[in-house]
């Protein structure tokens, strides 16, 4: 039984049971009917609650039924079902309220919260918007300004902040049920508080208005936050009952919208990529002490995600004033999720207390995983991991988190190779999503299993891949950023390029985004290459002869383009020396169209997904959409390259 009715004198305790996230399955659609009604029809029986079994309250709808037939009972209806009747109903909230779940909270007369709990409405995420009547009545009940926020960013508000909005009643510390029923007695002989449907909550329109405006603007082709506007709107301007109707009619159209279609692909794709059958069941070795080698931008930033946490930290640098550095950028990021409220000022200075620093590696003697960030070269790394072996206990696990190296051939320097991973971080590291973990030939499954639970702890989404050269995602960067140079000598300029792209729905183009990370890095490692290129592969030098000139990007002022005040203007000086090149190398120019460029690009990120499919570099081809959406800027609500070109 998904629901289940009992009673504490005259209170009746709904509880819903259906794990993990108590989703809104037909089958507690039914339940809540059915439960209703029997609160309705028992004499004995003053008011109810609706209180939820685990870790959460409902976190929406069942959003796997939205690829079935929709059945009766329908959520719209079971909320209106449960805000008629006779007698009060009380939703108790722990863990999430989410979409549907707060929807039926909304029918509920009274909500009462743990101070933990979180409310929202995020069906914008899945390129939805609430459609069981929340755009409604939440609108109604709080007004319109905070209720736009709440839909359009689609993050939910704390218990706290939910309360001084009016969509909560009472807040508890612990013990949810009992207050609840406490809650319950005190109401249950009070009138009933008229239906929110009925209500509307005062709200500034020219305020409202721009915010609006600007809410549509921002959503950059995505179909749900115009919706979400729209849906606002009705909310004010139409009688409840077409307000209703309207949310009905956009949330059905949407519910099969590719856009909708491709979030919720990329929903369970994300929950899917760390499920890896070769450590099912492997128990994760504890770690309480992680150790980082390098404090550079990218080793300060892991060990700010991993203070973050929760985890004590060591960082080892190679001298004093390096090390003094590295640990101040780490402690410059923690300073800034103070500044932003993001951590209060007592856990700061748990953080703090909790990062030390060394220049010796016997510091790291207590370290359970050490991860090394030093600089791309596979001697220096050699030797960081030799000097692991001589210092760390034989059980630590040892991660590299380079971006190109071969980890096998680290790995098999080191006197243990089972124990080395690659953990591939994002930067920002303590911002970014997206952890590739590299498994090498010989890592064991206690070194994988742990690593996936690292990437849990550190809140990202974790995607296995094998050893190659850039792993998923750079491998299919440098891929396409080589059919992108072919696009620029051969006709297109890098302005049309970075423009089709962003049109797309990328962040930004990938000549603006080399501007953005320095040119300079990719040139080391392609001079580093030069030797082993395969002379017959078309090669296109203008990036080189951008760095020859020393244009490195943004941080010199000039690179693709030319910087002024932060703002990018096309140089004629590059222009010129495109145009040349494709002269030189008896290239007749041609334009092209945005849509002809991305074809290319997304035809280039295909054949090379195929490929690391083939080798059996990433497990599936969801892994790898989950890689371009999370680290590479491929706009969510397309899905990633795999899935449009399957689902067109
Ligand atoms: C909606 O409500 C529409 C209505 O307005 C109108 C309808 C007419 N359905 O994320 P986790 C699964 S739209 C089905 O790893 P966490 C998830 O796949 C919905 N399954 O845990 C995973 O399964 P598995 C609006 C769901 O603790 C497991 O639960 N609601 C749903 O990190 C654990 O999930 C949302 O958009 C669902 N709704 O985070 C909320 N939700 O174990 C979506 C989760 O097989 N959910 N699962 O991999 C979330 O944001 C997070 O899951 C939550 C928990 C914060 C709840």
Redesign the pocket.
Known sequence: MVVSVRSVQDVAIVTIENP??N??SHAVRQGLLDAKQQIEADPAIKAGIIVCAD??FI????????NTPPKEP???DLVIALEGGKKPLVAAIH??A????L?IALGCDYRIAINSAKLG???V??G?????G?TVRLTRLISAEPALDIMIS?KPVSADRAKNLGLIDATCDDDLQNSAIAFANRIKDEPRPSQILTRMADYDRAALDKKLTAGAAKARGQNSPVAVCQAVRNAIEMSAHDALAAERKL?VELKSDPQSLALRHI??AE??TS?ISAIKGVPAAPVNQIGIIGGGTMGAGIAAACLLAGFDVVMIERNDEALAQGMSRTKATLANSLKRGLITQAKHDRLIAAFTGSISYIALADADLVIEAVFEDMEIKKAVFDALDQACKADAIFATNTSYLDIDEIAQSTINPTRVIGLHFFSPAHIMKLLELVTTKTANPTAIATGVALGKRLGKITVPSGVCDGFIGNRIMSAYRRTCDYLIEDGALPADVDAAMRDFGFPMGIFEMQDLAGLDIAWAMRKRRAATRDPQERYVDIADTLCEMGRFGRKTGSGWYQYENGKATIDPTVTDLILQTSARNGITRASMTADEIMAQILATMRTEAAAILDEGIANSADDIDVVMVNGYGFPRWKGGPLFMALKP
């Open positions: 993990p996230v989703a809104i870790r959460t976190a929406g709808a069942d959003i796997r039924e939205f329908h959520l719209p863990g999430t989410l979409g549907g779940g929807e409405l995020p069906e995420n899945l939805l918007i609430p459609g069981a929340g689609g949330f929903f369970f929950r899917a499920k």
